[in-house]
């Protein structure tokens, strides 16, 4: 809060500042001081009053709070601590938390219904979460007056469905009464009348868009992959948000794999931009296009064996797997969009992510659109060279979109520009470089593909520093060859950056060469 030193004097009538002015304004001083004090009654004033709510209360305000609505810790993590100690109000601030003290009231408004216990597991664990009441699972003979359509039946051998949902949370068929308690420390029993079951997603869905689908050209130039790095990974639902707050949750509201019969019963509401998964084939001279829902057919391709018809195109969900017919050729790329599974937003992605400023940096954009200026680019090589001839002390290269670089990079600290570029007036003497950054523009997942381009000499990323030069690679996956650090370089950072096991990896995720590092260091001070 700001206020204004002289806001009391102003309400003075005109007459005595006029004196006021004439005898060298003691008086404003005075109030000035008078000011200050009353800014700080105002301003406890006002933290009193926020003190009377949860959301902008102050730390030590929380476990007062917390007694009045009755919300009572966990004791299993230990007792509260004092407040009037910092130690004790750090204790508290995770023993009692926050939110879960906003929430007191709501929960108990709720208690007793079944969304409650989803809501918990979301709330306090950070995990999609899905309730079942097994007792509706069970076999029992129904009142021919009042049947209920929904309860759990008999095994139907004809619906593959139901079968291929047995065991897991959105199952639907019948089961036999379980004595056993559903938390015996021996054999836990499901199927009984009071037991209710919690199911808890660990992973999370994560985006990848418009990216370059992998051209498996060892089986067939017409077969492809969703992850760019060629293996099999299965493809996950885009959750759709619950606005009823009383409703279950549904294998379109959870982080789930989506299986071949639940993606071809649902196509149309699961395939397409914006949704969980979208296919689009490249034309020359024209934007790729989005192979529309009518094209696809779910299909089973392992060994790929199944080769679909002239204008279709087969899609297999729970292996990531794409094929498309012999003819035409697909000689013009293929992107993908789609969701996968990881625990937690770490070794680049699409997510979320802050990035490191460094005061005075020069930035050159690569990839996205390009605005044409001298530090906009297509290649990273480009951006290298012209990072190169500027010679700045901080510089930053950031790759504007999802696609794959495939180049030879060397990163060299103590290079000299090109002769005769017409952008350095004047040879540098000595390198000022100090420090690069390479990394993903924030909600992006750019790949570089490093291949084998030297017959006599071994390939990698190789960054060479001079005394004191820093290097950051940040949101990227590097695949095909691993990373060198050579020279007198003082720190390099990997952050949020996947280096790729064993170079690249086979359809089952192995690395192909597990022998061959994916860092390598030669620098002899230099702190990763």
């Known amino acids: ?25 003691p008086l404003r001083a005075l109030l000035a001081v008078i000011n200050e004090q009353a800014d700080l009654i105002e301003r406890d004033i006002a933290q009193l009053y926020d003190n009377w709510f949860i959301e902008t209360c102050e730390d030590w305000v929380v476990p007062y709070l917390a007694e009045l609505v009755g919300y009572e810790p966990i004791h299993e993590a230990g007792e509260p601590g004092e407040i009037v100690t910092q130690q004790g109000r750090a204790r508290n601030k995770i023993l009692i938390p926050r939110r879960e003290v906003a929430n007191t009231v709501r929960y108990r408004r709720r208690k007793g219904s079944l969304a409650l216990l989803e809501l ?7 995990w999609p979460a899905r309730a079942v009441e097994f007792y509706k699972l069970l076999g029992w003979t129904q009142a021919v007056n009042h049947l209920h359509l929904e309860r759990g039946r008999s095994v139907d051998l004809r619906n593959a469905r139901a079968l291929e949902l047995l065991g897991a949370p959105f199952e639907q068929l019948a089961h036999t009464v379980d004595v056993r308690r559903i938390n015996s420390r021996h054999r836990k029993g499901r199927f009984n009348i009071p037991s209710i079951g919690v199911f808890v997603w660990r992973l999370r869905p994560f985006s990848v868009t418009h990216s370059p689908a992998y051209c498996v050209e060892a089986s067939n130039a017409h077969r492809f992959t969703f992850s760019v790095l060629g293996n099999d990974s299965p493809l996950f639902m885009k959750p759709e948000p619950e606005t009823d707050p009383s409703h279950i949750a549904e294998e379109f509201n959870l982080p789930v794999p989506i299986s071949r019969r639940f993606l071809a019963r649902n196509l149309d509401r699961l395939y397409g931009e914006g949704k969980a998964l979208c296919i689009k084939r ?20 392992s060994g790929w064996r199944y080769l679909p018809k002239r204008g279709k195109v087969a899609l297999d969900p729970e292996l990531g797997r794409i094929a498309f017919p012999s003819y035409p050729p697909v000689a013009n790329g293929v992107w993908v969009s789609y969701q996968y599974g990881f625990s937690d937003a770490l070794g680049g992605g699409e997510y979320e992510r802050s990035l490191t400023e460094v005061s005075g940096a020069k930035i050159y954009k690569v990839g996205g659109r390009q605005t044409g200026n001298r530090s906009s680019f297509k290649r990273l090589g480009d951006a290298l060279k012209q990072w190169v001839n500027d010679n700045p002390p901080h510089a930053v290269i950031e790759i504007a979109d999802s696609q794959v670089y495939t180049e030879q990079l060397l990163i060299d600290f103590s290079a000299k520009p090109e002769p005769g570029d017409a952008s350095q007036d004047q040879t540098p003497v000595e390198s000022r470089r100090e420090s690069l950054q390479l990394r993903a523009a924030n909600g992006k997942r750019p790949v570089i593909r490093l291949l084998d381009w030297q017959t006599s000499a071994p390939d990698a990323l190789t960054v060479i520093g001079h005394q004191g030069s820093r290097f950051t690679l940040d949101g990227l996956l590097v695949t095909g060859r691993g990373a060198q650090l050579n020279g007198d370089l003082q720190k390099a950072l990997f952050r949020h950056t996947t280096l790729t096991p064993g170079w690249e990896v086979d359809h089952n995720c192995n690395p192909k060469r597990p022998l061959e590092p994916s860092l390598e260091i030669f620098s002899p001070h230099v702190c990763v």
């Not at 490249?282 to 391709?301: F, T």
């Open 1 to 25: 809060m700001t206020s204004n030193p002289d806001r009391l004097y102003e309400l003075l009538p005109a007459i005595h500042r006029i004196r006021d002015k004439e005898q060298g304004e």
């Open 120 to 126: 918990l597991a979301r709330d306090i664990a950070g």
């Open 282 to 301: 490249g034309y020359k001279n024209r934007p790729p296009r989005l192979i529309r829902a009518d094209e696809i057919v779910v299909a089973d391709l």
